[in-house]
């Protein structure tokens, strides 16, 4: 065989290194992966994290099961920052593709993608996370300046999320009192 014969099919070593490492996104000029900002852990106090199905970009123009990577977002009553992008594609050389594209966000409290299927928003639940269907999908910082405005007044999805009471149930407790 070719192999045995330590033939050369007209492409050196190097050249298919370097084609390897582009296709990584490993040294691209203008590249689209936004920037991320720091972020230490209780930086942003009555924050959650928020993963963002991502493909181009800092857009949710993701399916759960198809998106390259996954913008991570810690989100706060007043502030937001993107503290990591995580590329997805290497989940998909898994057994199970969806429970290793879940294992990378299930430090996330929501996830925002366009669609997924049942059994992999099954996984993704299972994993901790609640996702959160946006079909058109839109520049991600808009999408989490919706979350945003709920933060002090959280819905009870979203305040059972964020481990503290519903505003709806606060006043019901108030008055029960």
Sequence with gaps: SHAEENCAVGVERDSLKAVIALFKGEGVEGSDFPAVEPYQDGDLPQSIRVAIAANRGENLDGHFGSCERFLIYQVSPEAMKLVEVRPALEADQEEDKNAARAALIKDCQILYLQSIGGPAAAKVVRAGVHPIKSPNGGPAREILAQLQSHLLT???????????????????EEDMA
């Design 154 to 172: 959280p819905p009870p999805w979203l305040a059972r999320i964020m481990g503290v009471p519903a505003a709806s149930l606060a006043k019901f």
